[in-house]
């Protein structure tokens, strides 16, 4: 009884909650208003698959070829990071790292990409929920997702949205919330990433599960930058983002004690975590190469990452890299890798400036999907916009590191930054630079 009032809880909050069909929050929180939510892309397969089970489940019902279950599911990776890994041993050799203390196992990644399902694999699936159904799941079990998923749906017609596509989403959400209360008795680990931060996934709020819950944080820009006069802005944390991981494993010391300080107190510091392996990357012969990692701004965007501020950092960088170039007389390539892929939402005003530096000779673009380890290794030098990760893969790899911000306005910097310096204008730039610009080419 006491278990189906807490399936009943957990269904009226994928009813009634306003951010029920919002799958992540990233560090930047324009990229939610850019992208489409993933679970929109494939909804409507996903709704019709979950239906179709509903329908026809005595013909799917069956005592023969059930399959174990994993040891782990991986929930909430972006198609972007899953694309970046060029193997699927990749992930597996990834997240059997010691360093993550997860059991030996099969290993599941849920994509809910169109696209990626079309990958015939036995680490890729569209819906683990799905999957669990159709292949893990015995007849008690699918009988028993079934009844809760009846029961839910009965409840959800009364107050159900004359959005059709909304209702298919709340649908598969139903169906996915009965498989995993379903199965809470089984031991498997569940990862999420800091995407879920502001939502965690489903299967992490059933309590008394024996789920092993962790977040892998696989950046180090989710805090938050002071602007003159107003007190620090909190994060935007799930409120039981403490209860409800049993582990998170972050990059550093650092990353670990801004946790700590929000009463998160079960934080392992375990360095990069990419999802790739480092690989050579080749960038050609010059006398300096200079890596400038930015965040590419969104149209119309309110956070620190703005388009006034990108364009005057990226001008100013051209600028500096250019004098310096010409009285030093060395060739200085200036690298610019975009955080992630361009797309239409981001600044049109960015990427065309972007763009005429490099037919300018000035800079070279960066393939956003590019190793990360294989281009750090490469470089002299790095500068990032605070407070983006590559920095702290520079100091990884013993590359000299910086963040760089020479716009001024109501944000507040620090001199220094988990222990690098945070350079303000372009004198600071250029003498930086310069102490470096003796060191041997890496190439």
Request: glycine share 2%.
């Amino acid at each position: 009884m006491e278990s189906n009032l807490e399936f009943i809880k957990l269904v009226n909050q994928v009813i009634l909650s306003k951010d029920r069909y919002q799958t992540g929050v990233h560090a930047e929180s324009e990229e939610i208003l850019a992208d489409k939510p993933i679970v929109v892309i494939v909804a409507e397969k996903c709704i019709r698959l979950a239906m179709r089970i509903t329908i026809r489940y005595r013909k799917l019902l069956r005592t023969s070829g059930i399959r174990p279950f994993p040891a782990v599911c991986v929930l909430s990776l972006s198609e972007e990071q899953i694309l970046q890994g060029k193997t699927q041993e990749d992930f597996v050799s990834f997240f059997r790292e010691p360093r993550f203390e997860n059991p030996t196992g099969d290993i599941l990644i849920e994509t809910k990409s169109l696209r990626l399902s079309l990958i015939k694999s036995n680490l890729f699936k569209p819906s683990i929920p799905i999957y669990f159904f159709q292949n893990n799941l015995s007849e008690v079990q699918r009988s028993e997702v079934l009844r809760l998923f009846d029961e839910a749906v009965q409840r959800w017609r009364k107050i159900s949205n004359p959005d059709r596509r909304e209702n298919l989403k709340a649908l598969y959400f139903i169906f996915e919330l009965a498989v995993w209360f379903t199965v809470r008795a089984e031991k498997i680990t569940l990862i999420t990433t800091q995407s879920t931060m502001h939502r965690l996934p489903r299967a992490f709020e059933i309590l008394n599960s024996s789920f092993n819950r962790k977040m892998f944080w696989y950046s180090t820009n989710s805090q938050p930058i002071k602007k003159k006069g107003l007190p620090l802005e909190k994060p935007n944390f799930s409120q039981n983002l403490s209860r409800e991981i049993d582990m998170h494993y972050v990059w550093d010391l650092d990353s670990k004690l801004f946790l700590n300080s929000y009463g998160i107190s079960r934080v392992k510091s375990v360095g990069s975590i990419l999802f790739v392996k480092p690989e050579t990357v080749s960038q050609g012969r010059s006398d300096f190469n200079l890596a400038y990692f930015d965040v590419t701004p969104f149209e119309h965007a309110h956070s620190y990452y703005t388009t006034k501020r990108m364009c005057a950092n990226l001008s100013k960088l051209v600028e500096i890299t250019s004098d310096l170039s010409a009285s030093t007389n060395l060739k200085i390539d200036l690298l610019v890798k975009p955080k992630r892929k361009i797309k239409k939402s981001h600044s049109q005003e960015y990427v065309n400036m972007l763009r005429n530096y490099e037919k300018e000779g000035k800079l070279k673009i960066i393939n956003p999907a590019v190793n990360l380890y294989g281009l750090v290794n490469e470089v002299n030098c790095i500068i990032g916009i605070p407070f983006t990760s590559p920095v702290v893969v520079g100091r990884e790899l013993n590359i000299p590191s910086a963040y760089f911000d020479t716009y001024v306005d109501d944000y507040q910097l620090p001199r220094t930054h988990n222990g690098f310096q945070v350079i303000s204008d372009e004198v600071q730039l250029a003498t930086w630079l310069e102490k470096f610009m003796q060191r041997p080419s890496t190439s």
